[in-house]
């Protein structure tokens, strides 16, 4: 069983940055593939980054490519999301999701966040 905890999401002005935060339990955290994806009111929830156990080989959604830097800390059992240059567009709910498997679906995630909501105005 693994609970996770998002934090860091608030209201920034486009080209702001922000900081999201994940926090999990358990003592398994360096075994999971950790991933961030967004939900914008109305629409579907959608990848946005993902990082495996060993820290190596992030992926990234093409949106945010350049703009986005995931990373992981297994001695906090925390995973990060820095954005940067941030677009109106980027407005969701960020949720983070732990699986065994690296995928931009969200079929495979068994654990998820509540959701921490980021808001960029114009």
């Known amino acids: 069983q693994v609970q996770l905890v998002e934090s860091g999401g608030g209201l920034v002005q486009a080209g702001g940055s922000l900081r999201l935060s994940c926090a999990a339990s358990?003592?398994?955290?360096?075994?999971?593939?950790m991933t961030w994806f967004r939900q914008a009111p109305g629409k579907e929830r959608w990848f946005v980054a993902g990082i495996r156990g060993s820290g190596g080989s992030p992926a990234y959604a093409d949106s945010v490519k350049g703009r986005f830097t995931i990373s992981r800390d297994n001695a906090k059992n925390t995973v990060y999301l820095q954005m940067n240059s941030l677009k109106p567009e980027d407005t969701a709910v960020y949720y983070c999701?732990?699986?065994?498997?690296?995928?931009?679906?969200?079929?495979?995630?068994?654990?998820w966040g509540q959701g921490t909501q980021v808001t960029v105005s114009s």
């Open positions: 358990g003592r398994t955290f360096s075994s999971y593939v």
């Open positions: 999701a732990a699986s065994q498997v690296l995928s931009t679906h969200t079929t495979p995630y068994k654990y």
